[in-house]
């Protein structure tokens, strides 16, 4: 057996959602909301299964599909992308973070990351024959600097797996950040793979800026986006990847030999829902802002030490005031004695773990939040 999977242990979140369910525990934990998502993508969907074509799509997706992303990155973003060279659909962003990976390390090189991730960057990265190197970030700002950079990149370093918006910090890089992220890729000659499946649940007034619209970055870029974070439909898997021509061949083909096409009917109603009106991505962001007021201002009367959240469907809490230390201990008793499944951020980390925050989702109905918030007021506090 591969040693790097054999030996991996299982998820957080699979451990946090089982004893959930053994104790009936709200689940506040794993990352999706209990909404069915927007009705009319699932007619869509639903339609395209009885009327449309359900044999092979393209490998690269359906024309339809990567003529809307173009149109839709163009209007939120900016971008100028040509649907036929610079646009592939992959079946969720997850396949096309292992795809990309494979695709651009070669046995050796070292890759730069940004701890704390998602969990599934270290094993893919090691799986392709990469050396991670860790940049450790730490509350409450969860930023950049160039001391930290300076060590992690080298003459080796290939790749950049880079997460903007953050989860789990619910944070977004700034415009700082970016300018200077994208300096150390150009002057190292690094490819920034960007997982920016977050980038429509942003709050405040928060815009995404793409790091393929930095300077210098159009050609050295590949930008992720996931259908099932923008449109609330976390079971669909259906990701689109976005890159110039050269880098664009080489992601191909590993998609080629991975999944080689994703569901024709599910691309059909993403295609539909990326030419939502502006009223609809506005309102979903109202509703998620919403949802993250109530709790936050429930957890603070409670108090709780909330830390900023400005993005994705998560907060975090720093449970040190609370005398505790041991994220994952308070996890496990937040679960069996409180009855509210959250989970311990140093899940997220590969080395330098930070274990005094925890993370909970907060896209859920009120009804789920008020219940959650009426059992932490129970909370037995650390001696």
């Given at each position: 057996?591969?040693?790097?999977?054999?030996?991996?242990?299982?998820?957080?979140?699979?451990?946090?959602?089982?004893?959930?369910?053994?104790?009936?525990?709200?689940?506040?934990?794993?990352?999706?909301?209990?909404?069915?998502?927007?009705?009319?993508?699932?007619?869509?969907?639903?339609?395209?299964?009885?009327?449309g074509?359900?044999?092979?799509?393209?490998?690269?997706?359906?024309?339809?599909?990567?003529?809307?992303?173009?149109?839709?990155?163009?209007?939120?973003q900016?971008?100028?992308?040509?649907?036929?060279?610079?646009?592939?659909?992959?079946?969720?962003?997850?396949?096309?973070?292992?795809?990309?990976?494979?695709?651009?390390?070669?046995?050796?090189?070292?890759?730069?990351?940004?701890?704390p991730?998602?969990?599934?960057?270290?094993?893919?990265?090691?799986?392709?024959?990469?050396?991670?190197?860790?940049?450790?970030?730490?509350?409450?700002?969860?930023?950049?600097?160039?001391?930290?950079?300076?060590?992690?990149?080298?003459?080796?370093?290939?790749?950049?797996?880079?997460?903007?918006?953050?989860?789990?910090?619910?944070?977004?890089?700034?415009?700082?950040?970016?300018?200077?992220?994208?300096?150390?890729?150009?002057?190292?000659?690094?490819?920034?793979?960007?997982?920016?499946?977050?980038?429509?649940?942003?709050?405040?007034?928060?815009?995404?800026?793409?790091?393929l619209?930095?300077?210098?970055?159009?050609?050295?870029?590949?930008?992720?986006?996931?259908?099932?974070?923008?449109?609330?439909?976390?079971?669909?898997?259906?990701?689109?990847?976005?890159?110039?021509?050269?880098?664009?061949?080489?992601?191909?083909k590993?998609?080629?030999?991975?999944?080689?096409?994703?569901?024709?009917?599910?691309?059909?109603?993403?295609?539909?829902?990326?030419?939502?009106?502006?009223?609809?991505?506005?309102?979903?962001?109202?509703?998620?802002?919403?949802?993250?007021?109530?709790?936050?201002?429930?957890?603070?009367?409670?108090?709780f030490?909330?830390?900023?959240?400005?993005?994705?469907?998560?907060?975090?809490?720093?449970?040190?005031?609370?005398?505790?230390?041991?994220?994952i201990?308070?996890?496990?008793?937040?679960?069996?004695?409180?009855?509210?499944?959250?989970?311990?951020?140093?899940?997220?980390?590969?080395?330098?773990?930070?274990?005094?925050?925890?993370?909970?989702?907060?896209?859920?109905?009120?009804?789920?939040?008020?219940?959650?918030?009426?059992?932490?007021?129970?909370?037995r506090?650390?001696?």
């Amino acid at each position: 057996m591969n040693p790097i999977f054999s030996a991996l242990q299982t998820s957080v979140f699979e451990v946090m959602s089982r004893l959930a369910r053994e104790t009936g525990a709200v689940n506040l934990g794993q990352g999706f909301p209990d909404d069915p998502g927007p009705e009319d993508v699932r007619r869509r969907a639903a339609d395209a299964v009885i009327s449309g074509w359900n044999q092979y799509p393209p490998m690269m997706g359906l024309p339809e599909l990567r003529q809307a992303t173009a149109a839709h990155f163009k209007h939120w973003q900016g971008l100028d992308l040509d649907p036929d060279s610079e646009i592939m659909v992959t079946s969720g962003a997850t396949e096309a973070i292992a795809g990309a990976l494979m695709a651009l390390i070669t046995p050796g090189d070292e890759v730069v990351l940004f701890e704390p991730m998602y969990d599934a960057y270290v094993p893919l990265v090691r799986r392709a024959g990469g050396i991670p190197k860790f940049v450790t970030l730490t509350p409450p700002a969860f930023g950049l600097s160039e001391a930290a950079l300076a060590r992690a990149f080298s003459p080796k370093t290939r790749v950049v797996l880079f997460n903007n918006p953050l989860n789990p910090t619910a944070t977004i890089f700034s415009d700082a950040d970016l300018d200077l992220l994208a300096d150390f890729c150009i002057r190292h000659d690094a490819v920034a793979i960007c997982d920016e499946v977050w980038e429509h649940v942003v709050f405040d007034g928060s815009r995404h800026v793409p790091m393929l619209a930095r300077p210098g970055m159009r050609e050295r870029t590949v930008k992720i986006s996931s259908a099932g974070k923008i449109f609330s439909l976390t079971g669909w898997k259906v990701g689109m990847v976005m890159a110039a021509p050269e880098l664009m061949r080489v992601l191909a083909k590993a998609h080629q030999y991975i999944t080689f096409t994703t569901p024709p009917n599910l691309q059909a109603a993403v295609a539909y829902g990326l030419g939502k009106d502006e009223a609809y991505f506005e309102g979903m962001r109202a509703d998620f802002q919403r949802s993250r007021d109530r709790f936050a201002g429930g957890l603070k009367d409670l108090g709780f030490s909330v830390l900023p959240s400005v993005g994705t469907y998560f907060l975090n809490v720093d449970i040190a005031p609370l005398g505790e230390h041991n994220d994952i201990a308070f996890c496990q008793r937040l679960v069996t004695e409180n009855g509210v499944a959250a989970i311990p951020v140093s899940a997220f980390y590969a080395e330098g773990a930070v274990k005094n925050v925890v993370r909970f989702c907060f896209a859920k109905h009120d009804a789920t939040l008020d219940a959650a918030l009426e059992r932490l007021a129970g909370l037995r506090r650390a001696a």
